[in-house]
Every structure is written in structure tokens, then in C-alpha cells.
């Protein structure tokens, strides 16, 4: 069944969020998280596009924060078939040195925009994939009903859409259950 896993990176294997809080001190921005449920970077903390567009620039996405978690199931998530995600195209490359670094593998990275992950997971056959933003759970249930999506939840999304069906709350509740 693992070969038939793929998993999102932000959220899920790489604490982007940490890495962002860094990066933004780093610049002088004394950033906090003002809204814990919102997902949209400059929302959650309130500042502007453009100041999270710098922070961006500034991150190594070939070196970013891994969850702890990650750590303890690296075995596991080592026989995946593959990780999608939305970060930029351009950093498509430093995401894949990261996950080389982090499991001493080499997995497949796919990008594909939130609404689009579907695509992915239907031309690859998965049946099991793994993301911390609802918003992309709800279009693969919508187009994509051949494949389990969980939804991992950090506490934010998009509350407007209905809960997902399928919802976990750690990476090790999923890989306990299903493996």
C-alpha cells in the first residue's frame, strides 16, 4: 500500500511555517500568528503579500525544518510512491535535494497547484495521499473519489468547505492504521 502513497511536503513532512517565522526574523519582521485557523500566509499573520513574497525568496528549500514526527516514520514514509505539492515550480529541485537529504532517497516530487492535485494522484493510480490544507482534500474527493485523501489537521483551512471524510491528526495515525 505504500507504493500506492503520495504525501504533500509543506505541512505534512517540512515545517514550512517555522522556517518562515525564521526567515522573517531573520529580515527584522517580528511576525506572529494572529489567526491560527486562517491558511493564507499573509492572512494568518497580517502582513502583506509582498512581505511574504520576500520571506519566500528567502527560504533554502533545500534545507527546511522537518517535523519530529517525520523522523520516527522514516521507514514508512521511504516506500511512498511520490510527494505533490504546490510550493513554486522554480524550487521544484531544492525540495527534491531535501527529501534526499531527509530520508537518503530518492522520491519523486510532482508540483501541482492546490485545485490540481487531483490530477497527479489519478494519472500516478494512488489511492492513499496525505495534505494539511483542506481545500485540496475536498477537489480530490470531488474529482478523484478512487483515491483515500486525509486530511492531516494542523488547526487551519478553509472552514467554509465541509469537513473531509477522511480526517487524521498525525502522520502516525495514519501510518498506524493503514500499515
Known amino acids: 500500500m505504500l507504493t500506492q502513497t503520495a504525501l504533500d511536503l509543506d505541512g505534512v513532512i517540512f515545517d ?37 513574497s520576500l520571506i519566500n525568496a528567502r527560504i533554502d528549500f533545500s534545507d527546511m525544518e522537518v517535523f519530529n514526527e517525520v523522523l520516527n516514520l522514516k521507514h514508512h514514509i521511504k516506500g511512498i510512491k511520490c510527494f505533490i505539492t504546490a510550493s513554486p515550480k522554480e524550487a521544484l529541485h ?3 535535494l531535501n527529501v534526499l ?3 537518503g532517497k530518492d522520491i519523486p516530487v510532482y508540483h501541482a497547484d492546490t ?7 489519478s494519472e500516478l493510480g494512488i489511492k492513499y495521499f496525505i495534505d494539511d490544507y483542506n481545500l ?8 478523484c473519489p478512487e483515491c483515500n485523501a486525509y486530511w492531516l489537521n494542523r ?7 465541509p469537513e473531509p471524510e477522511n480526517k487524521i491528526n498525525s502522520l502516525t495515525e495514519f ?3 493503514e500499515f
Do not use: P
Open 16 to 52: 514550512y511555517e517555522k522556517t518562515f517565522q525564521k526567515e522573517a526574523l531573520k529580515l527584522g519582521f517580528e511576525v506572529s500568528v494572529k489567526h491560527s485557523e486562517i491558511y493564507n500566509m499573509a492572512d494568518r499573520y497580517e502582513i502583506t503579500a509582498e512581505q511574504v
Open 136 to 143: 485540496a482534500i475536498h477537489h480530490i474527493e470531488l474529482n
Open 175 to 177: 501510518f498506524s492504521e
Open 101 to 103: 537529504k531527509v530520508f
Open 155 to 161: 488547526g487551519y483551512g478553509d472552514f467554509s468547505l
Open 115 to 121: 485545485k490540481e492535485k487531483h490530477r497527479i494522484i
Open 94 to 96: 531544492l525540495r527534491t
